[in-house]
């Protein structure tokens, strides 16, 4: 989400630049200034799409990682032993090895 914010920034910049350069081109006369008006039109559009984009793809970003998120609260509240907060599961529940009892069934047999 970081990098989103800084890319809107630099895209921000850039488009104040063509900004500039247009209003620049319209105000002074002589050589160059058509060339000026032109790259500054350009730079716009580019600076406009690109924050287009990029607004876009990072509303989706954290859309997703928000539905993730919830995602993930859900299966740890589903899972059998285990309470919000606590990631630790009981001895019981633990994986065994292949023959093994659990714990709690070896002390009955001895």
């Known amino acids: ?5 800084i890319s809107f920034a630099v895209e921000l910049i850039a488009f104040s630049f063509g900004f500039s350069l247009i209003i620049w081109s319209m ?12 790259v ?3 730079v716009v559009v580019l600076a406009v799409l690109d924050m287009v984009c990029t607004s876009y793809t990072s509303a989706r970003y954290s859309t997703m990682m928000h539905k993730m998120h919830q995602e993930m609260m859900m299966r740890d509240q589903g899972m059998p032993g285990m309470r919000p907060g606590n990631n630790r599961m009981p001895a019981d529940t633990r994986m065994q090895r292949p023959g093994s009892m659990p714990a709690s069934q070896q002390d009955e047999t001895r």
């Open 1 to 5: 989400m970081m990098l989103a914010q």
């Open 40 to 42: 500054g039109i350009i």
């Open 27 to 38: 105000r002074t006369q002589g050589a160059g200034t058509m060339l000026a008006k032109i």
